[in-house]
């Protein structure tokens, strides 16, 4: 997970690391494979084995629900209609969203959009999923929701899964490697139980915010 | 531009999306071209049939000048002007509304030319079914002269038949459907371009729709006389 205050650069990285921004210096390695050393087709082979979940859901507003889970379907497979449809449902069902098919993303909620968004960026099976602040905009019960569903599907498909986010209390339900970026620095990186015990000031600053971090971490 | 026209990932689906975009950039445009055209027929018979007053001149004129007037300059050059406001407007603003939802990223993200799959078929779309625009326009604005000019009694049934009939040139339908085609082209790549270029929020948008339609008007109007000036003079 990368946390850190806003306008520090968490969402400027990770389009870095997915190619959308391009970089002044440095590596993006998928498997050791430099994204930025390949050419455009290598580009193209690795962009195919990433999912990715937008801040806003970025789902295609003249697409209905069911259309934009197969579209990347119908983009990248020889499945016949029936297959991508099949496909389409089992990724929606898996997000928990049935009877949704036939709506338009102006007719979601904001957590339904971001589950949309889910189901359509697993369609293809990726190797790595990128989510960025996948809990904006949402009530802590749908954050939860949404949270435990990204966790979910890392686990049940063996992916790489990276979060943007700055909500503390999405780092300790699904967290397992944490970078605190501050000033468009990787200033501390370790683990979930690391970052409650650190001394860094400025991490502390950021963990310790609300009150509720605070009472968590009298009780360690 | 060069993106626009990269290889297609999967062609099927381009194609699909081509119908998508003459359908609603043109089926949807057949209404306001066909109100336009008839009225403008309409006028231009009554106000040159008030003009022509000499009695040197034959009273066919009437239909050799809605003719004229209809092919060589109104249906290919005025009619594209108001094509550029009203699909151009709304290429733009759909191309930079998916720019600033981060619609454009998510296709970029799934290994898809953005620009190809969405300026592309907007083009295409354009430059085939805007000369069917074109001529159909022609035809109404003929039809609307007829139909107006005999019910003011500005002109009869015969004078005005023989009027579109006399001396006619069909170079002057092919030249209007060259113009056609290129302004087809500007008026769904320069829209595209100021949408797919978007940066920011609903104001840019709406500033990007803008520019797209001022420029391409203009370009409209520049290459209207560079056309005329090559191809008639």
Redesign the interface.
């Known amino acids: 997970m990368i946390i850190g205050e806003s306008g520090s650069g968490k969402t400027t990285l990770l389009?870095c690391m997915?190619?959308?921004n391009e970089i002044d210096g440095g590596e993006v390695l998928f498997n050791d494979r430099n994204f930025y050393d390949l050419d455009f087709k290598g580009?193209?082979?690795i962009?195919?084995e990433?999912?990715?979940l937008?801040?806003?859901g970025?789902?295609?507003?003249s697409k209905t629900v069911e259309e934009n889970v197969v579209?990347?379907i119908?983009?990248?497979t020889e499945m016949t209609e029936s297959e991508k449809r099949d496909r389409a449902n089992f990724c929606l069902q898996r997000v928990n969203l049935q009877n949704a098919n036939d709506l338009y993303p102006a007719e979601l909620s904001g957590g339904m959009k971001k589950r949309v968004a889910i189901a359509r960026a697993i369609a293809v099976q990726p190797k790595y999923l990128f989510c960025d602040e996948p809990n904006s905009g949402l009530d802590p019960k749908t954050s939860i929701v949404i949270d435990n569903l990204i966790k979910e599907i890392t686990d049940e498909y063996g992916i790489t899964t990276v979060v943007i986010t700055h909500d503390m209390n999405s780092v300790i339900e699904i967290g397992d490697n944490i970078m605190f970026i501050y000033k468009g620095d990787n200033w501390w990186q370790g683990s979930k139980e690391e970052i409650l015990r650190t001394e860094n000031q400025e991490v502390c600053d950021f963990v310790y915010a609300t009150k509720f971090m605070k009472n968590l971490k009298t009780k360690f | 531009m060069k993106r626009a026209f990269g290889k297609p990932e999967k062609l099927s689906l381009y194609r699909a999306r081509i119908f998508e975009e003459m359908y609603s950039l043109g089926i949807g445009s057949l209404g306001i071209v066909a109100i336009i055209s008839v009225f403008m027929g309409a006028v231009i018979t009554i106000q040159t049939a008030f003009n022509f007053e000499s009695p040197l001149i034959p009273p066919y004129a009437v239909g050799v000048a809605v003719r004229d007037t209809m092919i060589l300059e109104f249906s290919p050059a005025i009619v594209s002007l108001i094509l550029a406001g009203k699909i151009g407007s709304s290429i733009a603003s759909e191309i930079g509304t998916m720019r600033v939802t981060e619609q454009i990223d998510a296709l970029e993200i799934m290994g898809i030319n953005s620009a190809g799959y969405l300026i592309f078929p907007k083009i295409i779309a354009s430059v085939l079914f805007n000369p069917i625009l074109i001529i159909f326009s022609m035809f109404l604005g003929i039809l609307g002269g007829y139909v107006f000019g005999l019910m003011a009694g500005v002109v009869t049934d015969f004078e005005y038949i023989l009027g579109i009939t006399y001396e006619f040139r069909p170079f002057n339908v092919i030249y209007a459907l060259i113009k056609t085609g290129v302004f087809a082209f500007i008026i769904a790549s320069v829209p595209a371009y100021h949408g797919y270029y978007t940066k920011g929020g609903a104001l840019e948008v709406g500033r990007s729709s803008t520019k797209g339609v001022v420029y391409a008007s203009v370009l409209i109007l520049a290459f209207d006389l560079i056309l005329t000036q090559v191809l008639l003079v």
Request: aromatic content about 16%; proline content about 4%; glycine content about 12%.
């Open positions: 389009k997915v190619g959308l580009k193209k082979e962009r195919k990433i999912g990715m937008f801040q806003g970025a789902l295609f507003d579209f990347p119908s983009m990248f």
